[in-house]
């Protein structure tokens, strides 16, 4: 059974920083995802690294970067210049094949999700 842990969610005011970071106990995922739920909306993408290439949301560009530590199985998402409108439910996936990563539907597995809260 792969498990998907994150961690690193929280509350901070905007304009502010926060990482989150996604531990997974399988290695050899292609690719990595977050996406992010807030109340009363879909699941949208967010993020991707597929092996080293990395994909973003319109949303999130130039303030949102993905990375992956191979050795340690981990993803990471460093998250600046927050604004109130990213304040959600952060969830980690993984999938084994290089399909579409921007599609929740490609991916294998799914962590349990980290709260970002952005205070105005």
């Given amino acids: 059974q792969v498990q998907l842990v994150e961690s ?7 304009g502010g ?24 909306k879909e699941r949208e993408f967010v993020a991707a690294i597929r092996w080293t290439s990395t994909y973003y949301a319109d949303s999130v560009k130039g303030r949102f970067t993905i990375s992956r530590d ?5 993803v990471y998402l460093q998250m600046n210049s927050l604004k109130p409108e990213d304040t959600a439910v952060y969830y980690c996936a993984a999938a084994w094949r290089d399909s579409d990563y921007s599609n929740r539907n490609e991916y294998d597995y799914w962590g349990q999700g980290t709260q970002v809260t952005v205070s105005s």
């Fill in 17 to 40: 920083s926060l990482r989150l970071s996604c531990a997974a106990s399988r290695r050899g995922f292609s690719t990595y995802g977050w996406f992010r739920q807030a109340p009363g």
């Fill in 70 to 74: 191979n050795a340690k199985n981990t």
């Fill in 8 to 14: 690193g969610g929280g509350l901070v005011q905007a």
